[in-house]
């Protein structure tokens, strides 16, 4: 009697047929002639596999039948923090998640902090069984961003509450009612620079809506006032206009009485040489010669300041080692602006200083205050220059990404 149990269908396909039994020989011709055909005979076997019946002790995939007992596991619990690009209150396309911003949790225990990852999220552990997580206990908690100076929360939470409650059978057998809502960050749009004349003591700028301001310098001619989104103008530069859009904005000196650009300008991304990891930009990438620099995909490094400077796309340049950096031609072009930031929270507030030359005489300089939560537009509008110098006061690493360029 032929067996059908799984020791014999799991025998090699020779076995089944009569070979290897002992006899040497193959199995004799069946009616009709020639061998059982492979495809029937496949289709056979088959057959025997489906009439064979599932066996309790062969169901590795049994359901969960009893979901009162404890799992005792954990899970995070997340504060997702963005930058909050084009300001709407919501995270929609073209927003970055943004990294190294804290968030504080108060509730039943101790309180605790966590900061937000390279992904935007500031994770917490909870668990109803584990005493090592940050959250263990039901009750309410309370979670709390701090916010930047100079920064926004544009989704109205930056401090929100949430239930915890005991739920044997999930993960962390802990839940959130609700879970925490994202929460969105954006920079107060400023603009900030030096007065171009020392004997200047306010300038008045209109902008859109008719609206004004009044630029006030300190003891060393600089100014920092707030604005509105779009373009504003003044009498020092009639039919020029600075366009502010979604980071402040730096006034070089030379704006002030630079010529408008002549030509078509180019945008420098970054994010056109290679796909992924880091790479020294080679000369002739844009039509320049490049010193230092590297560009590297926003999450090859940890430092927070490689994510959040990133203005387009998922590449950006920083000066290798920290050690100065510079951009040259051989014929004359004009550097019309770019975002530059800082590489890490720990170089927070770094000084970039930027000097650029014609020929071998200096023309101009800037001074940037960095930060590494977001990039500062510097509207530059250097005229005519042939090299371009980026250097850092204490030799740490600044960023840089959509520089705009006018060449020959």
Request: net charge negative; glycine share 10%.
């Amino acid at each position: 009697m032929a067996r059908t149990d799984a020791t014999v269908l799991a025998k090699p396909a020779h076995a089944v047929n009569g070979a290897g039994r002992g006899e040497g020989k193959p199995s004799p011709p069946r009616e009709g002639g020639g061998k059982f055909p492979p495809l029937a005979f496949g289709l056979a076997a088959l057959a025997v596999l489906a009439a064979v019946p599932a066996l309790a002790e062969d169901d590795y995939y049994p359901p969960r039948t009893d979901w009162s007992s404890y799992w005792e596991g954990n899970l995070n619990i997340s504060v997702f923090v963005f930058r909050d690009i084009n300001r709407n209150g919501l995270y929609d396309l073209g927003d970055q998640p943004m990294s190294g911003i804290i968030v504080d949790a108060e509730g039943m225990g101790r309180p605790i902090w966590a900061v937000s990852n390279g992904a935007g999220f500031a994770n917490f552990t909870m668990s109803g069984t584990q005493s090592d997580a940050a959250i263990m206990f039901e009750g309410t908690y309370e979670f709390t961003v701090r916010v930047p100076s100079h920064w926004l929360v544009t989704t109205g939470n930056a401090v929100q509450t949430t239930e915890f409650k005991s739920r044997p059978g999930s993960p962390a057998d802990l839940i959130a009612d609700p879970a925490p809502h994202l929460v969105g960050l954006a920079p107060e749009l400023r603009l900030l620079g030096t007065f171009p004349d020392p004997s200047t003591t306010d300038i008045v700028l209109a902008g859109p809506d008719r609206a004004t301001r009044r630029l006030h310098a300190d003891s060393a001619h600089r100014f920092a006032v707030a604005v509105e989104q779009g373009a504003w103008h003044n009498k020092l530069a009639p039919g020029r206009d600075l366009d502010v859009n979604t980071t402040p904005v730096q006034v070089a000196q030379a704006w002030w009485s630079s010529p408008d650009p002549v030509g078509a300008s180019e945008k420098i991304t970054f994010d056109d040489l290679q796909s992924e990891g880091v790479l020294k930009i080679p000369s002739g990438y844009g039509g320049l010669g490049w010193d230092n620099f590297v560009m590297t995909h926003r999450k090859f490094y940890d430092p927070e300041g490689y994510r959040n400077g990133v203005m387009s796309g998922e590449f950006l340049a920083y000066n290798g080692s920290g050690h100065p950096a510079a951009i040259s031609s051989s014929k004359p072009f004009n550097f019309v602006g770019g975002y530059f930031g800082a590489s890490s929270l720990e170089a927070e507030g770094e000084t970039l200083l930027i000097t650029a030359f014609k020929g071998d005489q200096p023309a101009y300089h800037e001074e940037m205050t960095l930060s590494a939560l977001g990039p500062t537009y510097l509207a530059a509008d250097f005229d005519g220059i042939t090299r371009l110098e980026f250097r850092t006061a204490h030799y740490w690493q600044f960023t840089a990404d959509d520089l705009t360029v006018v060449l020959p």
